[in-house]
Every structure is written in structure tokens, then in C-alpha cells.
């Protein structure tokens, strides 16, 4: 399917942003074409075919958005700005999101290959919500007061008493799963503190942030708030994340990257929340429902395409009934339906682009060499588009590569074990800490369960459930800081303490 071929799918404002073609960076409220003129394809992973080509932002282009969100921090009328303005603006552009959230899901759905009706439900519903979350934060940033303690001036009269203080230019770095959705997880809570962002999608999936900058200089944010700049990680992102007049990046993507951003983030003290990866387990009880867990194991894997940070991606189900919930979440990865995201039929579309179709075949063939049997799936669908089958893996060891390592497609690993303090050890056996779901009614269990296990979240009877109250994010080497809830706020805030000796 080539772009003239779905042109009559597409809302207005979808067909006429993708008509434009190429793509130029957001900074200082204008759109300028990078300094190198250089430009990056993006294809539709459904079809490989370039749906549009956007400017290649080099060193020069992120000093000029990183010196305009300072300005803007600085010396524009933002900081200036009631929070009560702020949080308007930031309702309005939530509007404005709701208002194009089809043509947004679409473009979202041509990029990434998702369904555009599942990224309508979930990706444009969270992102909104998640704004206006943090919109009514911005009224609500308090310091406190208190009786002074000075052990050395005992008599003094002192009024102490703390601000909360926006953090300053905050650098976003976001993948490519929920491209829009992650950019609202940074940029609503950096508004709320009062900060001034330059964000970066990432390369293989710039167009709804572009969008979103569109929707941003209609909102009426003053120029230089939230810059948008396109490019590639090493090209782009490494110049953004280490820039000295940055105060706080804001990261997800992987635990490699994120470690070379802490790091460099460290030479400058650049405040840092890093959302990785992980290998979050489903693990099922022995009194629950055997088809219960199936369809939830099956939805946590398989959800967009398992190119989820905190999938479902090691299924651990009591002995007992092993044979059984394996067989069900086979007969749910069989019968789904593969195709484009805008066909209302498909239930699950490509992965995002050739590399990660390649790296998670590869996956599922270094399964097989380690001796994993393939109950279902087992690599790519059809020769064109990166279509990957849904897959099913069991007799995999604790110590194989894709029962440790994050596969980040829709691979699911199946082990059987004993009892619950085995299972307790077993999930935490990886390097990663984001998720994980336990499925049982056994409240007595359950709530045994629950501190033992190593995550920063854990559903019960669910799995990837997420709230704009609720923080998400990493134990171990699955992050660092929070997104969402009054967690993330914080991170965008510093602390100043105030002695005022009467
Ligand atoms: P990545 O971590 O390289 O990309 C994420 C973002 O970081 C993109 O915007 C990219 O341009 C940027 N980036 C890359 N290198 C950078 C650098 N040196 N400095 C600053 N920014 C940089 O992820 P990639 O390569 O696309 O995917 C590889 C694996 O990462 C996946 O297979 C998956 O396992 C994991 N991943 C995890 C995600 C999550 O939600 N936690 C999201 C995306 C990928
Ligand atoms: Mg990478």
C-alpha cells in the first residue's frame, strides 16, 4: 500500500500534514530546516513505503533550540507567568489534541504501524488525560513553612520556609512505541513545573511530535517553550543530552542509551529520570482461572506488538496447569490477525522498522539454538512489511538469552514452576525491575507476594494497567526516577530552603 493509496482513510488534517512531505524543526516558535540541510526518511513499517522525510538536526540546530528554551526560561514571558496561565494553556492544548486525536492516531498508526483505532483509544486517551493531569499540578506547586531549629541562634527571631522551583531547560529524549504518548509523559510535567523543554522523537517515528508542535504554536505558547527537533540518537540526542545549558533530561528507551545518557549527564550534574527497559513477568497462581490467565498473559505480551517496556514477556505458571494456560495463550497468538493499522480488522500490526523485525527474529532464533521449543509463531509474517509472528517459547532455562534479555516484539517465554517463594526468585532473576503482573484471588498469596517482588509496579489481575496519578517506573536497571503522578513532577522541581533572619 502506497501513501496516494490510503490518502481517502485519512481525516483531513492527516492527509494534509503527510501531503506536505518534508518536515522541517520547531525552535524558537518558527519552523527552519536543519543547519546542514540534511533530512531523514520515515517509512510506513506496513508497507516500507517513505511516508515523508524530516530534517536531520545536528549539533548546531540543538545549540540553537537549547539556547531558545533558555531564553524562553529566562527571559520570556513564561516564567513570568501565572500558573494559573500555565495550567490554561496547557487545558487548551490538551483541547487541542482531543480535537485532532483521529488524525493524530493515524499519522501515529502510518509511522509506528500500530492500529490507529487501538493508538486512538489508548496512546491519544492517556496522552490527554495525562496532560490535564499535570495541568492541574501547576497550581499546586507548594513550599512550605517551619518553626525554626537553629541549634546555634536558639533566641534568634527566623522565618524559614522552602520554594519549589522549575528545574530550568529540560532535554526529552523519547522511543518509538508510543511516540506522541511518551512526549506528553515529559512535557506535561515539565509545563506544570514551569520549564521550558527541546524535545526528540526518535528517528524512525518523528511525525506525531511535529504535529504536536503544530498544536503547540496554536495553543498560544509563548516561542521557545517547547521546541521540537528531529534526528537520530547519536547525531542528535548526544548533543542534547550533554549541552551545558540543559537542566534535566528526561529519557525512556534503552538500558544501553540510558546508561551513556546518566553518564553523561553526570559531567554536567544535569538532573536525569531514566525509563528502560525490561522482562517484566506474568506469574500465575495456582487457584486462578486457567483461561483468565491465558487472555491476560496473552494481552501482556502481545499488546503493541510486546514493543512495550513493561510487556509481559516471561509467562510463570504453576505446574499444575503449565500445559494447559500454554496451550490457550498459543490459540490466542494463532488466531490473531496481522495487517496494516489502518484496517479496522488487524489486531496486531509490523514491528516498527526492519532493524528491530531483524533483531527480534534473531531473538527468536538464538531460543531455538539454546534449545527453546516454538509452541506457535517463530518468525517473520509475509515478505513484505516487518510483520513478525506471534510467538511462544517453552523449555527455555532460566540462564537463556531470551529468558534474561529484553526481546521487545511479540515473543513470549512460558516456564513452569513449584511454589510461590521459587516464583518469587525466578521473577526476579534479571537484571530488569519495571513490571509485574500476578494473577490469583488468593489474597493471602498475593499479599506475599507482593513485597517480594523487584518492580516499580505490580498489577494484580491485570498487567500494563497505567494513570496519570500512578508513578511508572524502574527498580534495577530498569531506571531511574518516575513518570507520572506527583513523582514525576517533582523531578521537574528543585528545592530552595529560606532563612530570613527577622
Ligand atoms: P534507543 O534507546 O536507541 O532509542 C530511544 C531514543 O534514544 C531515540 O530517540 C534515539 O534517537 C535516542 N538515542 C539513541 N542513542 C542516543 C544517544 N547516544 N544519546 C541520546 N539519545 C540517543 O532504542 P532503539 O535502538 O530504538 O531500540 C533498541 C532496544 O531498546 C529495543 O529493542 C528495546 O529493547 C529497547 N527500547 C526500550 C524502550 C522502552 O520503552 N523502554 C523503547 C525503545 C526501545
Ligand atoms: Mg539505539
Known sequence: MDLSDIHHLLSERASAFLQRGTHDLFIDGQWSAAHSGQRLTTVNPASEAVIAQVANACPQDVDRAVRAAHRAFHEGPWGRMRPVDRERLMLRLADLIETHAQALAEVESLDNGKSAAIARAVDLNMAIDSLRYMAGWATKIDGLTREHNVPFAPDAQMFTYTRREPVGVVAAVVPWNFPLLMALWKIGPALAAGCTIVLKPAEQTPLTALMLAELVQEAGFPPGVVNVITGDGPGTGAPLVSHPLVNKVSFTGSTEVGKLIGHACMDNMTRVTLELGGKSPVIVLDDCDPATAAAGAANAIFFNHGQVCCAGSRL????????????????????????????PGAQMGPLVSQEQMERVCGYIDIGRSQGAEVVTGGGRAGQRGYFVQPTVLTGVQPDHRVAREEIFGPVLVAMPYDDLDEVAARANDTPFGLGASIWSNNLSKVHRLIPKIQAGTVWVNCHSTLDPGMPFGGYKQSGFGRDLGRAALDSYLETKSVFIQL
Open 316 to 343: 510463570y505458571v504453576h505446574k499444575k496447569m503449565f500445559d494447559r494456560v500454554v496451550a490457550d495463550v498459543a490459540d490466542h497468538a494463532a488466531k490473531l490477525t496481522l495487517g496494516h493499522g489502518l484496517d
